[in-house]
């Protein structure tokens, strides 16, 4: 089993900035994908920002230039820090990885969330 947890989230004022944090811990074998989603009140899941095969990044159009994913491979962990936040930003943030593992397959694994409000 793969268990990630999730912190940095909370309440900023628009134009602020907040640095979310993933980490990814089990009998983990590799990490094919990780990344953030978010869920607004009534509104689907959508992606946020990944890495992808071969370290590659994918952003929303929305929050291309704002946000900036990383990560800390030793640390099975990745980082989303986010700046110039705007009202609708506010979400739940999840954090999202696509992992192998001693003993099963790639599969998807999600966290709990963490909210992000922006609001003054």
């Known amino acids: 089993q793969v268990q990630l947890v999730e912190s940095g989230g909370g309440l900023v004022q628009p134009g602020g900035s907040l640095r979310l944090s993933c980490a990814a811990s089990?009998?983990?074998?590799?990490?094919?994908?990780m990344g953030w989603y978010r869920q607004a009140p009534g509104q689907q899941r959508e992606l946020v920002a990944t890495f992808i095969g071969g370290g590659l990044t994918n952003y929303a159009s929305s929050v291309k230039g704002r946000f900036t994913i990383s990560r800390d491979n030793a640390k099975n962990t990745v980082y989303l820090q986010m700046d110039s936040l705007k009202p609708e930003d506010t979400a739940v943030y999840y954090c999202y990885a696509h992992v192998a593992t001693m003993f099963s397959a790639l599969k998807d694994y999600w966290g709990q969330g963490t909210q992000v409000t922006v609001s003054s």
């Open positions: 089990g009998s983990i074998v590799s990490i094919n994908a």
